[in-house]
């Protein structure tokens, strides 16, 4: 080959060189959110979900009305309205000039007073007494737990913060009230909290149980995957409506309701992880047969060389690549959950009052129908609530499932 020849192959391999520096892989994530991006309805419903998220995380700080506080005398079914409302004007309520902000100044006043009076006291014992005393009462007549059904730490601080901006200010019954006179709106979005925290935590359970499960099936193999999935099945056979049925009945029950709360664990929390337990069947399912067509993949056969042990590579090697199906599959196991939900609850066996979610809304609403007077704010609003989020999550599903997909890929 002469020097004119090798000089242009070396001018064209440079060339080549360049050019291959300026392209830019894309790997798949980066890949799946452009495209999820793309997807208007998809990106709708994430901005949608993502902002329910957050005003019901700042519920508290909202200047909404009691979600608990009743008026039977003057309140009751009345149609939305835009009607002024001062937070405890109710007389009932009994505080000071009608007003909350007056009240809850008056009372810190009186606790105030009794703390420094127990301070003073040289009796520890007779000391003790008094703070006891001094608990008992703010669990009992302080103005926001007439007000707020057991407000947590975080929840507590965010209603002061309320309190601080607004005042008395409350928005008016614009979703209207219902049969006891509570406001629907600030009903709505307390129960956003509950029916969401439902949807998260259960679907939680479910993840870590199901993907869990099935990895280790799939990775396994043989006799041990079989005897895992004939387990499966055998729960696959058992109605288990009628299980959930049972356990919430036997948990709601006063000693066992009793013992549990001794070790710090409510009912409601029981009721989340009862339902995350019924939902792991088919995610272990889905990630047993994506385990399986990875298995013999060379990046596991690289981890079984250098020594890695079985569970390293199921949960450090195998369970990572299958988060795109579990990712899909969990936005669409959401939905259900809160679904279900909102079907016990409707039947009277998922959360409690005081308590609310919007199944509870939803059920307060049949029972408030009537031929004779339609009511129909107490249940086109909740029902509007959940059947939007139902929605968003579900055209949400969709979006990921497409964007995840392999074989769409740089499309």
């Known amino acids: 080959m002469n020097l004119p020849d090798s000089r242009k192959n070396e001018e064209a391999l440079t060339k080549l060189l360049e050019e291959s520096r300026k392209i830019r892989g894309v790997s798949l994530w980066k890949d799946a959110w452009r495209r999820l991006s793309r997807n208007r309805p998809a990106m709708a419903s994430l901005v949608f979900l993502i902002s329910l998220g957050l005003i019901a995380f700042l519920t508290p700080m909202l200047p909404l009305q009691s979600p608990l506080d009743k ?15 001062t937070m405890g004007s109710r007389d009932g309520l009994k505080f000071a000039d009608g007003k909350l902000t007056s009240q809850l100044a008056l009372f810190e006043a009186e606790i105030a007073a009794e703390t420094a009076e127990a301070l003073a006291t040289q009796d520890p014992l007779k000391q003790a007494e008094q703070f006891k005393s001094i608990q008992d009462r703010i669990r ?3 103005p926001f737990n007439q007000l707020w059904n057991q407000l947590g730490s975080v929840s507590f601080k965010m209603v002061q913060i309320r309190i601080a901006i607004f005042g008395d200010y409350a928005i008016p019954s614009i979703f209207g009230t219902d049969k006891l006179g509570r406001d629907l709106l600030a009903r709505v979005f307390w129960g956003a909290r509950v029916s969401l925290v439902v949807g998260l935590v259960a679907t939680l359970v479910s993840l870590m149980i199901g993907v869990s499960y099935g990895a280790i099936a799939g990775y396994f193999g043989g006799w041990i995957d079989a005897a895992m999935m004939r387990i499966v099945d055998m729960l696959y056979s058992i109605p288990f409506i009628f299980v959930v049925i049972y ?26 992880i009862i339902i995350g337990a019924i939902y792991w069947l088919t995610m272990s399912r889905v990630v047993r047969g994506q385990v ?4 013999q993949e060379q ?5 079984r060389t250098i020594g890695a042990s079985p569970m390293r590579i199921v949960f450090r090697h195998l369970v990572p690549n299958v988060l795109g199906i579990v990712i899909v599959y969990l936005t ?15 039947l009277g066996l998922g959360v409690a009052p005081p308590d609310v979610s919007w199944g509870l809304l939803l059920n307060d609403g049949v029972e408030a129908l009537s031929s004779v007077k339609l009511f ?19 055209f949400l599903g969709d979006g990921l499932r497409d964007a995840l997909d392999p074989k769409m890929k740089n499309r």
């Open 247 to 272: 356990l919430v009945t036997f948990l709601g029950e006063e000693s066992v309701k009793a013992w549990l709360e001794s070790y710090g664990i409510d009912q409601i929390m029981i009721f989340y």
């Open 299 to 303: 990046f596991v056969e690289s981890a």
């Open 71 to 85: 008026d039977l005398n003057n309140r009751r079914f009345l149609s939305p309205s835009f009607e002024p409302i």
């Open 140 to 142: 009992v007549e302080h």
């Open 292 to 295: 399986l067509s990875l298995r």
């Open 376 to 394: 129909w704010w107490v249940v086109i609003f909740p029902g509007a609530a959940l059947a939007t989020t139902l929605f968003a999550l579900n």
């Open 332 to 346: 669409l196991t959401i939905p259900a959950v809160m679904l279900f939900e909102a079907f016990l609850s409707f």
